[in-house]
């Protein structure tokens, strides 16, 4: 099992920049994957309704999605179970709750609850 904490969200102006973290803690075998998935305010959080955005791997292979290249980027230490995503050049688009991740193949997935963040134009 998995315990994990956003925090980094917020009010930003269009254009501005926001870094979100991501701790987790509990098993690591658990953790190999870590990654950040948003769906717009207001509903529970569905995995249907929801893009994923960036994740990283604890070797450090990146992935990201189609919007996010080029602004984001996500990056992770090790040592402290913690993955970062640095958002650059924020878009009203980019509204979204921020939900951190974590996946292994040995594990169920684990969720956090959530860190909202909101690009006023």
């Known amino acids: 099992q998995v315990h994990i904490v956003e925090s980094g969200g917020g009010l930003v102006q269009t254009g501005g920049s926001l870094r979100l973290t991501c701790a987790a803690s509990?098993?690591?075998?658990?953790?190999?994957?870590m990654g950040w998935y948003r769906q717009p305010p207001g509903k529970e959080r569905d995995m249907l309704a929801s893009?994923?955005?960036?994740?990283?791997?604890?070797?450090?292979?990146?992935y990201y999605g189609d919007s996010m290249k080029g602004r984001f980027t996500i990056s992770r230490d090790n040592g402290k179970n913690t993955a970062y995503l640095q958002m650059n050049s924020l878009k009203p688009e980019d509204t979204a709750v921020y939900y951190c991740?974590?996946?292994?193949?040995?594990?169920?997935?684990?969720w956090g609850k959530g860190t909202l963040v909101t690009v006023d134009s």
């Open positions: 991740h974590t996946y292994s193949d040995q594990c169920e997935d684990n």
């Open positions: 509990g098993d690591t075998v658990c953790i190999s994957l």
């Open positions: 893009t994923m955005v960036a994740a990283i791997t604890s070797g450090g292979t990146t």
